[in-house]
């Protein structure tokens, strides 16, 4: 089987081409580039030749039509999109209402449950940060929703005037790693890493107070700008809802 799995998201489209169940492609295209220069800016990279096609979707339903359209018109292969379920894949939704769960981090969780059956902290750094925790036998505990880094800096930027304006003239100097920033812009950029950065170590501090010891998985588009400065030994894997896809499809055949 020969597949194509996407990750909509609201920066990013992602996607990936799975063969004998093995991601033998990936890829990404900004929101933006799609909205400025259409969907043949995609299909111009996207093989012709496939046999499933299946979609993570938290752009919108006016963007799952259009992919849908391109995608048949493309591929001649209608678009199986996932939804959010009560159990499935070895995970359970710790949500009263399991549709009211983003599919992103639901799929994320399955991607994570089938690379390790261990207490796991999912964390998702994109526009917003979403921290999943499930215990040993893949229950989901709940999870935690938080601005990302671009939210954050931007309602400062916006909804401030001083700090405003001291950013956008001042150049930034701060390390990642540094304590404290000696300039405005730098300030709110570091207080923005330090805020998700708590957020994350919070969550995987209570959970192993519950005597967990969780593996700490990232994925996301910031991830990578978090991740070192992370206690413990954090786990990136940028394309966690593409192999949570991929699993679905081939626990499925």
């Known amino acids: 089987m020969r597949a194509l799995l996407f990750d909509a998201g609201n920066t990013k489209l992602k996607w990936g081409v799975l063969d004998g169940g093995e991601l033998v492609r990936t890829g990404s295209i900004a929101q933006q580039t ?4 259409g969907f043949s800016a995609l299909t111009t990279r996207l093989p012709r030749r496939i046999d499933r096609v299946i979609a993570c979707n938290v752009a919108g339903q006016t963007f799952a039509t259009r992919l849908s359209g391109v995608i048949g018109i493309h591929c001649e292969r209608d678009v199986h999109f996932v939804r959010s379920e009560a159990e499935a894949h070895g995970v359970t939704s710790g949500y009263a209402n399991p549709r009211q769960l983003g599919v992103d981090r639901w799929v ?20 917003a940060v979403t921290i999943d925790a499930l215990d040993r036998t893949g229950r989901h505990l709940g999870g935690r929703i938080v601005p990302g880094l671009h ?12 700090i405003a304006r001291a950013a956008s003239t001042r150049r930034t100097r701060a390390s990642a790693a540094g304590l404290f920033a000696t300039d405005t812009k730098a300030a709110v950029e570091t207080g923005a890493l330090s805020a998700v950065c708590g957020a994350v170590e919070r969550a995987a501090r209570e959970l192993r107070g519950t005597g967990a010891r969780p593996v700490v998985v990232l994925t996301g588009g910031d991830a990578s700008r978090i991740l070192a400065l992370l206690e413990g030994k954090p786990i990136h894997r940028p394309n966690l809802v593409l192999e949570g896809l991929a699993h679905i499809l081939t626990s499925e055949t």
């Open 34 to 37: 799609l909205r400025e220069s």
């Open 108 to 127: 994320a969780m399955i991607g994570a449950r089938a690379a390790w059956q261990k207490a796991l902290l999912v964390v998702d750094a994109g526009t």
């Open 151 to 162: 939210l954050m800096c931007d309602a400062l930027n916006t909804e401030t005037s001083d």
